[in-house]
């Protein structure tokens, strides 16, 4: 398992590193969008959505607000979502040190996890 992330990384860091640094930043908001909504499809999976059709529209949700989002784009804005993806995942640190300390604090709740997909994926966009 370790030795098929070690070459998957081997292979798209480069790719990753040639896309930030040589294509146009609306080419690249279109590419990223793409890996979000991927990454919407396996969180429904985490939130405990296993049909395809529960996954499929979340996943949908997602890549609407993304494709929203896009056409209304405000630089200045977004350093607002910024901001509160960076008070997201301090919360998200202090989740994970309880949960090493024996305190299980995530939200079991299936709606309440696809939420917090929401401020897991849409700040990768946004950044």
Do not use: D
């Not at 960076?86 to 919360?91: A, M």
């Not at 989740?95 to 305190?103: A, C, D, E, I, K």
């Not at 079991?108 to 997909?117: C, D, Y």
């Amino acid at each position: 398992m370790l030795r098929q992330r070690l070459v998957t990384a081997v292979i798209l860091i480069p790719i990753i590193v040639w896309g930030v640094l040589s294509l146009p930043s609306q080419t690249l908001a279109w590419v990223i969008s793409i890996f979000v909504v991927l990454g919407a499809w396996e969180w429904a999976g985490l939130c405990g959505w296993h049909s395809f059709l529960a996954r499929s529209l979340y996943a949908i949700v997602i890549g609407l607000v993304l494709f929203i989002a896009h056409w209304l784009w405000h630089p200045p804005s977004m350093m607002y979502i910024l901001l509160g993806a960076c008070l997201w995942w301090g919360l998200a640190l202090f989740w994970v040190l309880r949960y090493q300390q024996g305190h299980n604090l995530i939200p079991r709740s299936k709606p309440i996890k696809a939420l917090l997909g929401f401020f897991i994926l849409l700040p990768v966009w946004f950044a």
